[in-house]
């Protein structure tokens, strides 16, 4: 009896997460895929058209040309956020109040939201009246101001360094987290072995971090191939549609084009590649922890 209204006691707790997630994922995933099997078009009506969607997704060169953006955007960015975002932690890991403070103001961007932050970089970066342009003229780095978004590649560097401004900091305290929960004793030990401080970080503080790096990178590769705000706001997928990325193909698509059906098989096809990079990324954390 103890059992079974310790059960039902367990049981109400997570109900309101239980009814959360089938309200909100669940159904809409299953409306999503029964979408994907229609013609529906956001004007209304639509027919069954079995797996017809799939195969125009795999014929759709502009599709993956967004795809392959998508994928060379996530892995320029994703290094860069963990390497400034570790950099960054093993400069203000110790709990000094100045550290504190500059802590504090590297992850004030995080809580920006994402469009706030794109249109604040954008005008930033604008060639007549940006500040970013005005400073490295200045500062002699270049002669003549540079047109951001008429280029591909400079169009996406602009936005590479807009995001890394924008979300270095949540990386950065996490790995400050790992850092300290680095025991005490293994670090002294280290020191009385005479350990350089690089040494320290190379052999010490990356192999117990690992699992958090690992966590990071999936953080970090996932929110780059849903990646829409910054490129929306900033590029607007130019110049000529060079930087349109995979969810942006799939906005077109559903609200411009109006085809719904169409848009949430391109859903379901990026998702099953997300959740197969996650479940090597998972697979890899998994076996670190076990070794």
Not at 59 to 65: H, Y
Not at 273 to 284: K, P, T
Request: charged fraction near 10%; proline fraction near 2%.
């Amino acid at each position: 009896m103890t059992k079974r209204v310790s059960r039902a006691t367990g049981f109400i707790y997570v109900l309101p997460a239980l009814v959360f997630v089938c309200a909100f994922v669940l159904f809409p995933f299953g409306q999503l895929i029964a979408t994907s099997f229609s013609s529906q078009s956001l004007l209304g009506g639509g027919n069954f058209v079995g797996f017809a969607n799939f195969e125009t997704a795999f014929n759709d060169a502009a599709f993956w040309r967004a795809l392959g953006f998508t994928t060379k955007y996530t892995l320029f960015i994703t290094p860069i956020l963990m390497g400034f975002g570790y950099l960054l932690a093993l400069l203000v890991e110790q709990n000094r109040n100045l550290l504190k403070i500059v802590r504090g103001i590297v992850f004030v961007p995080v809580v920006i939201g994402l469009g706030t932050s794109s249109l604040l970089w954008f005008w930033l970066f604008d060639e007549q009246v940006g500040l970013f342009n005005k400073v490295l003229v200045d500062l002699h780095i270049i002669s003549q101001p540079i047109v951001w978004f008429t280029q591909a590649d400079v169009a996406l560097w602009a936005v590479i360094i807009s995001v890394t401004w924008k979300v270095v900091g949540f990386g950065m305290i996490l790995f400050v987290a790992a850092i300290q929960s680095i025991s005490k004793e293994i670090i002294e030990a280290s020191l009385i072995d005479g350990t350089g401080y690089w040494q320290r970080v190379w052999r010490l503080y990356l192999p117990l971090t690992f699992r958090t790096i690992l966590l990071v990178t999936l953080i970090s590769a996932i929110g780059s191939m849903l990646a829409f705000d910054q490129l929306y706001i900033m590029t607007a997928g130019g110049p000529r549609g060079k930087t349109i990325t995979t969810v942006y193909w799939i906005y077109q698509n559903s609200f411009i084009n109006f085809k719904l059906g169409y848009g949430a098989a391109l859903s379901i096809i990026l998702t099953a590649i997300i959740l197969c990079g996650s479940a090597v990324q998972i697979a890899l954390t998994n076996r670190t922890s076990k070794s």
